[in-house]
């Protein structure tokens, strides 16, 4: 249905090392200014608290700790991410892992070249979640050096509350973005959908589907983001906790679910699981889109368009 008197409004910041957007309609241009500010200033407050390259941020205290395989107490939304880590980790069997972050200091995405199997053997040993003791609102770690990433929840989390601080502040027609992590608050003005382009991970510019969504939320993973080529061959930024090297069967994965959070977690649980990722998936249900490192794709929500 559509509402009366709605204006289309638009802004672009940068935050969390991408580039982000929110779109919406609204009755004036102080509503949507409002909004814009209430997301804005939420994104960065969570970018201050969860950033691993800010020294100043709770995670990385949480990291000082987790050096000298110490102690620390966490608050009530920090508690809250932990547990939903914990969630995926159970539901990966064990391949959704926040503590397999300390690995990227083997793989230089910028620099290129294979690291060294030593170095891959040393991180992996501080590597597991099973090495963590997780009581609210105790974390402690049984091995120093070990580190804490919320990569792959905080930004999906940001997107989700992001939706919800619109849609208090009277926002019913809108969308998130941020660097590719969407959450539909409501269809456009005219009740059309929303088209969310799905990019291809062989050809930046390129699309591969787009999706009509007039609510919930789109997440992707995929080894393109940051990626290199040795001998012809891509090496991409999903790291397989247990062996320490990236994934070598699906090149892409996009999920679209209630809340940006989940989808976030099963493209990427899906990209881990490499053969039995397409399996996972569709055991999931949730409308999805995969293409593996050969080209060939599938998901169920390109059948419903056929």
Sequence with gaps: MQQNNLKYFRTEFRAMGTPCEIQLF???????????????????RLEARYSRYKPDSFLSAIN?????????????????????????????????????????????????????????????????????????????????GMEIDFGGVVKEY??????????????????????????????????????????????KDALLDTVQLYEGALASSGDYERCIMVDGVRYGHVLNPKTGWPVRHLAAVSVVADFCVVAGSASTIAMLKEDRGV????????????VDVRGEKGGFWIKKQL
């Excluded at 996972?280 to 995969?290: F, I």
């Design 26 to 44: 609204a009755p004036t241009q102080t509503k949507a200014n409002n909004a814009f500010l209430a997301v804005i200033a939420d994104v960065e």
């Design 64 to 144: 000082r700790a987790a050096a000298i395989g110490g102690t620390i107490n966490v608050d009530d939304e920090t508690a809250s991410l932990l547990d939903y880590a914990v969630t995926c980790h159970e539901q990966s069997d064990g391949l959704f892992d926040i503590t397999s972050g300390i690995l990227r200091h083997a793989w230089k995405f910028d620099k290129g070249g294979l690291p060294e199997q030593s170095l891959v053997d040393e991180l992996r040993d501080k590597v597991g979640w099973h090495k963590v003791s997780w009581k609210r609102p105790v974390l402690a770690f049984s091995v120093p």
């Design 279 to 290: 399996e996972w998936l569709q055991d999931l249900g949730l409308p999805h889109l995969w």
């Design 158 to 203: 940001a997107v989700d509350r992001a939706a919800s601080l619109c849609y208090g502040l009277g926002i019913r027609r809108g969308v998130i973005n941020l660097g590719g992590d969407i959450k539909v608050i409501g269809p456009r003005d005219d009740g059309s959908p929303w088209q969310v382009g799905i990019r291809h991970p062989r050809s």
